[in-house]
């Protein structure tokens, strides 16, 4: 089954503990990007990576890192995290051509993080 | 920057009930339109979208046109079920933009039996 998969769904953490969300994707895709949704606010993109060692930055970066080593996996690291990351995150892939990422994106099923 | 505004929620509707949930954007040029939709604990869907200017977009019973003139790209639904209970998004991108969807703020769905 074609799937995004997010690990872990929920997460409960302290203020400056260092934590990892995983993302993998079984569609070959070389887009993805990962979003945190916040109540009023909509999805806002983090990072996201074109390809296998291609990242950049999306709207709201700051406190966050990726990293892309294989093209399924594509992890969302907190190094110090604040409570102002409470949230729900999303990552999504999709198929890139010469142009650029398609359009329709695939997402997963979200982690939620609360950051006491 | 590119942006999309929805209809404020949450929204509550009997079954039967005829749904509109408006969606504006402001963009510079003619952007790809979309509606996803998520489900209680779920991640987003594609329900739908449209490419170009008067394209209509449809699924599941729902159906949005892309209006140029208007920049909108209102959701429609003739009879909502308890099932279509969810939060929809429209979003909208650039063909070939790395940076991908601009998402509105969502809406709540409820349908009550």
């Known amino acids: 089954e074609a799937q995004v998969t997010q690990n872990p769904r929920y997460l409960i953490t302290v203020t400056g503990k260092k934590l990892t969300v995983t993302c993998s994707q079984n569609?070959?895709?070389?887009?993805m990007s990962w979003y945190r949704q916040d109540p009023g606010l909509g999805l806002r993109q983090i990072y996201y990576?074109?390809?296998?060692?291609?990242?950049d930055k999306g709207d709201v970066p700051e406190g966050y890192k990726v990293s892309r080593k294989e093209k399924r996996n594509f992890p969302l690291i907190l190094e110090s995290p604040s409570p102002n990351q409470t949230s729900l995150y999303f990552c999504?892939?999709?198929?890139?051509?010469?142009?650029?990422?398609?359009?329709?994106?695939?997402f997963g099923p979200g982690t939620r993080l609360l950051v006491l | 920057g590119d942006s999309v505004t929805q209809m404020e929620g949450p929204v509550t509707l009997s079954e039967e009930a005829f749904l509109t949930i408006n969606c504006t954007y402001t963009?510079?040029?003619?952007?790809?339109l979309f509606w996803y939709v998520q489900y209680p604990g779920e991640g987003l869907q594609l329900l739908l979208k449209?490419?170009?200017?008067?394209d209509k977009g449809s699924n599941k019973g729902f159906e949005a046109t892309y209006r140029k003139e208007t920049t909108s790209f209102h959701l429609e639904k003739g009879s909502v079920q308890v099932s279509d209970s969810a939060v929809y998004f429209c979003?909208?991108?650039?063909?070939?933009?790395?940076?991908?969807?601009?998402f509105g703020s969502g809406t709540q769905l409820t349908v009550l039996p």
């Open positions: 999504a892939s999709s198929l890139s051509n010469s142009k650029g990422p398609q359009e329709t994106q695939y």
């Open positions: 569609m070959n895709h070389e887009y």
């Open positions: 990576s074109m390809n296998v060692e291609v990242t």
């Open positions: 963009a510079t040029g003619y952007p790809s």
């Open positions: 449209a490419t170009k200017a008067d």
């Open positions: 979003a909208l991108c650039f063909s070939g933009s790395a940076r991908q969807l601009t």
